[in-house]
């Protein structure tokens, strides 16, 4: 009955679990490309403002040859993930890795692009997001029986991917074209030749987002004469700053990362300081756009919340952009300088207690404290200025175990200690002098009582001699 019982409860509970996985409001999340990756090519959460390439036709023609690299020995509408030597910048994201279809196409995003059938841009089909085609058709190499070869090969700043002598599908020989991909974000579409083109079907040429169809760029200009052609693509540079944001709030004298993204081809920038809109500080005149600077904050700011990090590209200072306003300030802290240990301070005298602050205290608190007890308030607010001259009293009682307590006048737990000094009476220093200055006059002190010892003794041995003479 037991076990029944058992088996009873665990079946409950299981139930009530999947009644709160399937009703819990948050069990449906919307997840917006944009915003974050959701695939681990992306290398980048941040995501880069969005603009539409610049496409110029004509660009000066360099083929480069790859054949020296990786031949890709793929089967008719496959596809080949590959890992790029560097993250690469592509629209409003950055990835780390590119996929290539057999049929003149890539896709940063699409893990298995094997469509033949090419589609004009734009294509707000997912499997279309993120699409660089430099010539999307129904190709066939070698090795999937048709001539020609895929070959990749990386040239440390730049990436090459290059379909050579390939056929079209239908049998006749296509041409040769690459992609080039720069470290710097430009694209490049060299076309060796072009000697075939289908024309019931046609070709797609261009870039693709997808997630936006407001951004793409789309050439139909290629033709069965097209030889040792170029189109160059470039992004408009940008900056865009990450860190500090609305939430930053920073002290002075720590470190604090700066963090910006950057699209084009920025190779350095320059970090400067504004507050209230009016510009503070240069932080760094040039650093190389890596995208991170680790800045050590001055303590000679002051506080506020209108500060705000500018950056620069230092060839074209015109593109540049501002952080959010974001705050600035110096921590309270109280230093007393006087009293020290060495200070002796006499009753019945007036004497500057001073002291250092930093951050915005307006008023202090100053108070007496001995043996480490409370012993009386010297005064409940003065202004933080430094100095405090206090009349001390005449009724302390000699101790060194004194210390001054300083502390924000509004906010009690900002505070400090003096070292421990003393605070004497002069009177007794009066008196110490007076019994330091009686053997002045030349006598010996205790010199009365040797001689009174001395007497003592005379007569007692006088006295001793003449009871021995009476015993006689």
Excluded at 292 to 302: E, H, K, M, Q, R
Excluded at 305 to 311: A, D, G, R, V
Excluded at 402 to 418: E, G, L
Aim: charged share 20%; hydrophobic share 35%.
């Amino acid at each position: 009955m037991k076990n029944v019982r058992k088996i009873d409860y665990v079946i409950l509970a299981t139930i009530l679990l999947l009644c709160l996985s399937l009703f819990t409001p948050n069990r449906l999340i919307e997840i917006n490309p944009s915003d974050i990756s959701i695939q681990e090519n992306r290398v980048k959460i941040n995501t880069l403002p969005i603009f539409n390439y610049t496409m110029t036709l004509g660009a000066p023609y360099n083929w480069i040859d790859a054949s020296g690299g990786e031949e890709l020995l793929l089967s008719t509408d496959h596809w080949k993930e590959i890992v790029l030597p560097f993250s690469f910048s592509f629209y409003d994201q950055t990835f780390s890795k590119i996929y290539l279809c057999t049929n003149g196409y890539f896709s940063f995003t699409y893990q298995y692009p094997e469509e033949w059938n090419n589609l004009q841009f734009p294509l707000a089909d997912p499997k279309f997001h993120y699409v660089i085609a430099p010539f999307w058709d129904d190709v066939r190499i070698a090795y999937a029986g048709g001539s020609g070869s895929i070959y990749v090969q990386s040239f440390g700043t730049y990436w090459v991917a290059e379909w050579l002598n390939v056929d079209h599908y239908h049998g006749y020989l296509l041409g040769s074209f690459e992609l080039v991909l720069y470290e710097n974000g430009s694209i490049i579409f060299n076309y060796d030749y072009l000697d075939y083109m289908d024309l019931d079907n046609g070709y797609t040429c261009g870039l693709n987002l997808g997630v936006d169809t407001n951004y793409y760029n789309s050439y139909q200009g290629l033709n069965d004469l097209t030889d040792d052609f170029s189109i160059l693509f470039t992004y408009p540079d940008s900056l865009t700053v990450n860190t500090p944001d609305i939430t930053s709030s920073w002290e002075t004298d720590s470190s604090h990362p700066i963090n910006w993204i950057s699209t084009g081809s920025i190779s350095d920038v320059k970090i400067e300081l504004y507050e209230n809109d009016i510009f503070v500080m240069e932080i760094v005149a040039s650093i190389p756009n890596d995208g991170d600077f680790s800045w050590l904050i001055p303590t000679t700011l002051v506080d506020s919340t209108l500060y705000q990090i500018k950056i620069s590209d230092v060839a074209n200072p015109d593109t540049y952009d501002f952080s959010s306003y974001f705050e600035i300030f110096t921590p309270e802290s109280i230093k007393v300088t006087i009293p020290n240990s060495l200070s002796v301070w006499e009753t019945g005298t007036s004497q500057n207690i001073t002291w250092t602050s930093t951050g915005t205290i307006t008023n202090v608190k100053i108070e007496l404290y001995k043996n480490g007890g409370f012993m009386l308030g010297i005064i409940a607010s003065t202004s933080n200025d430094g100095s405090y001259t206090w009349d001390i009293p005449t009724d302390l009682n000699n101790s060194d175990q004194y210390r001054i307590k300083i502390s924000d006048a509004s906010y009690p737990s900002t505070y400090t200690f003096s070292d421990y000094f003393e605070i004497e009476s002069p009177a007794e220093v009066g008196e110490e002098e007076e019994e330091e200055e009686e053997p002045s006059d030349g006598a010996i002190p205790g010199y009365s009582i040797y001689i009174v010892i001395g007497v003592v003794g005379l007569v007692s041995i006088i006295l001793f001699k003449k009871r021995l003479k009476l015993i006689k």
